[in-house]
């Protein structure tokens, strides 16, 4: 291409003057007319651009601020972007394609808005990982999987993003998703007991309750063990898997030598390097949102684990320890049975929220059961 510089002529001129009134440098329709001239005003605009992007700002127009300023009018979409080695493709679709490679935890180099081997190579990942056509071309379906992933994934790995991928898939609707709800110890293994309150039968009735709420919004709930039985904990998670569950969740108390120690905690599967089951952080979360709101029981937050439970279950998973039957607060709580209904609200609302992905504003605590069952009708229509 020719360099162009003020005092310059053609239709050349006219292309740089539609392309910089594209930018909002120029007024819009410059350049209209297929004919233009290299004056001051243009040689300003150039400079401005050229600044912008970090290009030596000396207003002339050579093949680096003119592959700058073509790039410049693609956005990610408006053009399906491949590795092409005769005539390799430059653009600001191209970067921002590697911004969010990158931000999902691919290795597509430096942005620097050209498509090389290095980003075909993680756009193939990320297509195989998520299960789309692993062509190394960034078409439609690429570019929706792109946006639709929530910025939680960032740092995310690969194989978690199909996790959030098939939440996303399942709808809103609580109707038809399978849950196990798996209480935890049971039989001969009563779990923390105090006082003649024992952990296992908690549990088994909040499983119960939470039980009969499910099946009231449409949802299919098993519980994983029977009143008087206590699988392992790979059992447990054998009986999800086979279950084809959608969701695992298991429900305990906590104990402590302390009898100060107390509130609610909720755990989910993850190495504590950044490696995260970003469903189950993400439903881990509103648990704990909805019981502290609800309850008021202290929010001992949520944490990552490697515990067989999380790594045995093929599907989302979260365990959640309600309160220290070893605190007395706690324990006068989790006896009384209008205190049970209220923490069983909380989970399923948890659990609504996760299959909304944030779709609700509705506040913290203030969601209902009433309003599940609402919501449910609404979205039947
Ligand atoms: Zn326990």
């Given at each position: 291409m020719r360099v162009l510089r003020r005092g310059d002529t053609g239709p050349e001129v006219a292309e740089i003057r539609s392309m910089l009134s594209g930018l909002d440098l120029l007024p819009p329709g410059d350049g209209s007319d297929g004919y233009g001239t290299f004056d001051a005003v243009v040689e300003h605009a150039v400079r401005a651009f050229q600044q912008r992007r970090g290009l030596i700002t000396d207003g002339i127009v050579g093949p680096a601020t003119y592959r700058a300023l073509r790039g410049s009018s693609y956005h990610l979409g408006s053009r399906p972007l491949a590795y092409l080695i005769s005539s390799?493709?430059?653009?600001?679709?191209?970067?921002?394609?590697?911004?969010?490679?990158?931000?999902?935890?691919?290795?597509?180099?430096?942005?620097?808005?050209?498509?090389?081997?290095?980003?075909?190579?993680?756009?193939?990942?990320?297509?195989?990982?998520?299960?789309?056509?692993?062509?190394?071309?960034?078409?439609?379906?690429?570019?929706?999987?792109?946006?639709?992933?929530?910025?939680?994934?960032?740092?995310?790995?690969?194989?978690?993003?199909?996790?959030?991928?098939?939440?996303?898939?399942?709808?809103?609707?609580?109707?038809?998703?399978?849950?196990?709800?798996?209480?935890?110890?049971?039989?001969?293994?009563?779990?923390?007991?105090?006082?003649?309150?024992?952990?296992?039968?908690?549990?088994?009735?909040?499983?119960?309750?939470?039980?009969?709420?499910?099946?009231?919004t449409g949802m299919e709930a098993l519980i994983s063990r029977g009143p008087g039985h206590s699988p392992s904990e790979l059992e447990r998670a054998q009986f999800a898997n086979e279950a084809g569950a959608d969701l695992f969740l298991s429900l305990h108390c906590d104990g402590n030598r302390s009898p100060f120690a107390q509130g609610v905690a909720s755990f989910h599967f993850g190495t504590g390097n950044g490696t995260t089951s970003t469903v189950g952080e993400l439903l881990a979360g509103y648990i704990q949102r909805e019981l502290a709101a609800r309850t008021g029981m202290l929010d001992c937050r949520t944490h990552p684990k490697t515990w067989d439970i999380f790594t045995r279950t093929r599907c989302p998973a979260v365990r959640v320890e309600i309160g220290y039957l070893t605190n007395q607060e706690d324990r006068r709580r989790l006896s009384d049975p209008s205190f049970r209904d209220v923490v069983a609200e909380g989970i399923l609302v948890a659990v609504k929220r996760l299959y909304l992905l944030g779709e609700n504003d509705q506040p913290t605590g203030t969601f209902t059961f009433a309003d599940v069952l609402a919501h449910e009708l609404l979205k039947a229509e």
């Open positions: 390799p493709v430059h653009g600001d679709d191209v970067f921002t394609l590697q911004e969010r490679l990158t931000e999902l935890g691919y290795d597509a180099g430096r942005p620097d808005g050209g498509f090389g081997p290095q980003t075909e190579r993680a756009l193939r990942n990320f297509q195989r990982d998520y299960g789309l056509t692993v062509d190394g071309i960034c078409g439609p379906a690429t570019v929706r999987a792109l946006r639709q992933l929530s910025p939680r994934a960032r740092g995310g790995r690969p194989v978690f993003l199909r996790e959030q991928e098939q939440v996303r898939r399942a709808g809103p609707r609580l109707r038809g998703k399978r849950i196990v709800i798996d209480p935890g110890h049971g039989g001969p293994d009563l779990g923390v007991a105090v006082n003649g309150v024992h952990e296992s039968e908690v549990a088994w009735d909040l499983a119960r309750r939470l039980e009969g709420r499910m099946k009231a």
